[in-house]
């Protein structure tokens, strides 16, 4: 099946400083992911929409200043949350949307536990 | 209001219980209606999908969907030790532009 990976799985960082997060689509082509946050006992809220090679779509709410979002390749999105504070502390899951296959197949990664402190 | 309602739960069922997992929304232009099965600190991963009103069948999971009553329910035959998870209903547009998921319902299934 189509997999999906994420790296750091888990990050712990100092406030103020910036953290990347990747988002590879394995076995894939991906023209569209997805990132989400996730708080404890709460739903997936969506933050982003990101297509290769375009900027990405942000939902209402979410400082795109802050959390940077680059989707260079079929295979390859990044999410990096700019001068971090104890706030942006979550779970960061990304998706991605198959290039070829139903619309609604989207595979998500394991997630990557950010500890700001 | 949020678009979709989830019980959190937890919901605790001994072994080989019939589980009903439910979500209702307020959007009409609901389409197309997903369950995802999270385990802890892990991706959600697609266990059903759904398109408009219905039933749909899959081993010993079966999701329905009553649009008329902004309805929908995965249900869960001979629940195992291995179903406890957080199950996540998420539904969308035609566009598929968006998904709007659940809070979550967190199953645990008893030996």
């Known amino acids: 099946g189509a997999v999906v990976s994420q790296h750091p799985s888990w990050v712990i960082c100092k406030s103020g400083t910036s953290v990347k997060i990747e988002c590879r689509s394995l076995d894939f082509q991906a023209t569209t992911m997805f990132w989400y946050r996730q708080f404890p006992k709460q739903s997936l809220m969506l933050m982003a929409t990101s297509n290769e090679g375009s900027k990405a779509t942000y939902e209402q709410g979410v400082e795109k200043d802050k959390f940077l979002i680059n989707h260079a390749s079929l295979t390859l999105s990044t999410l990096t949350v700019t001068s971090a504070h104890p706030e942006d502390s979550s779970f960061y899951i990304c998706?991605?949307?198959?290039?070829?296959?139903?619309?609604?197949?989207?595979?998500f990664g394991p997630g990557t536990r950010l500890t700001v402190t | 209001q949020k678009e979709v309602e989830q019980d959190p739960g937890p919901l605790s069922v001994p072994e080989g219980a019939i589980v009903s997992l439910n979500c209702t929304y307020s959007?009409?232009?609901?389409?197309?209606f997903m369950w995802y099965r999270q385990y802890s600190r892990k991706g959600p991963e697609l266990l059903m999908y759904t398109y408009s009103s219905g039933n749909k069948e899959d081993g010993r999971f079966t999701a329905q969907v009553d649009k008329s009553s902004k309805y929908i329910s995965l249900f869960i035959r001979d629940s195992q030790p291995s179903d406890s998870a957080t199950y996540l209903c998420a539904m969308s547009k035609r566009n598929f532009n968006k998904f709007y998921f659940g809070s979550g319902t967190k199953l645990n299934v008893k030996p």
């Open positions: 959007n009409s232009a609901f389409q197309y």
């Open positions: 998706s991605a949307r198959l290039a070829e296959g139903g619309d609604y197949e989207q595979y």
